[in-house]
């Protein structure tokens, strides 16, 4: 069955680093997602990204994150100065069509030390 | 807003117990989702409900789409040790393409 693959699986960096994860959707998905969980705690969104272009944005995704599509294939998310509390999982999410469940990658853990 | 309330927090019981849970929002959703997230992993689908009344099930889970469109449960009938895990609940707004959490239940099972 087609999966969302994501990598790293995961990634350490120091304060105030960019970073970017990866994550491959499914191939023939148009709906693509980024969502963040702090330990413990519940799934919390990020973004959405459709027909290139961001969709919906929630209030953690400040002037330091961006998304891109680079290719056909990969969807990316990118801190550009981690803080201390972007230490969380982030996990990408596709879907096909609109009314179409998401579908979660395993997730990058990030540590920010 | 959309913010959704899931309860319970969390459930002990003995494998073969029936289990529920549920989620409530104060407005309206068009779609909501079952996920199970096992530790270290992402949140897998269990079921999606598109229908307000809708009835689901996925082998010993069950789901239904309340006719309000502001609430959902999740049934699991004789639990069994694999069925441990946190739950979530996920409902899209009919306005927008994103989707909301709520907080999860976790469920632990004796056997």
């Known amino acids: 069955e087609p999966e969302v693959t994501q990598t790293p699986s995961h990634q350490v960096t120091q304060m105030g680093q960019e970073v970017i994860l990866r994550c491959v959707p499914i191939?023939?998905?148009?709906?693509f997602y980024w969502y963040r969980q702090i330990l413990g705690q519940k799934v919390e969104f990020l973004v959405s990204?459709?027909?290139?272009?961001?969709?919906?944005k929630s209030e953690i995704f400040d002037d330091q994150f961006s998304v891109e599509r680079p290719d056909g294939s990969n969807f990316t998310l990118k801190i550009r100065s981690t803080k201390l509390e972007d230490s969380a999982m982030y996990f990408c999410?596709?879907?096909?069509?609109?009314?179409?469940?998401?579908?979660f990658g395993d997730g990058t853990r990030l540590s920010i030390l | 807003g959309q913010q959704l309330n899931q309860s319970p927090q969390s459930m002990f019981i003995q494998e073969g117990e029936d289990v529920s849970m549920n989620c409530t929002s104060s407005?309206?959703?068009?779609?909501w989702l079952w996920y199970k997230q096992d530790p270290g992993e992402g949140p897998v689908l269990l079921i999606a409900?598109?229908?307000?009344?809708e009835l689901t099930s996925n082998g010993r889970l069950t789901a239904q789409f309340g006719i309000t469109r502001k609430d959902s449960f999740l049934n699991i009938s004789a639990s069994i040790p694999s069925d441990v895990g946190i739950y979530f609940c996920?409902?899209?707004?009919?306005?927008?393409?994103?989707?909301?959490f709520g907080a999860g239940t976790r469920l632990t099972v004796k056997p």
């Open positions: 996920a409902g899209r707004h009919y306005n927008n393409n994103d989707m909301r």
């Open positions: 990204f459709y027909n290139n272009e961001i969709s919906e």
């Open positions: 409900l598109y229908k307000a009344g």
């Open positions: 407005s309206i959703f068009n779609t």
């Open positions: 999410a596709s879907k096909g069509g609109e009314d179409q469940p998401q579908h």
């Open positions: 191939s023939n998905h148009l709906y």
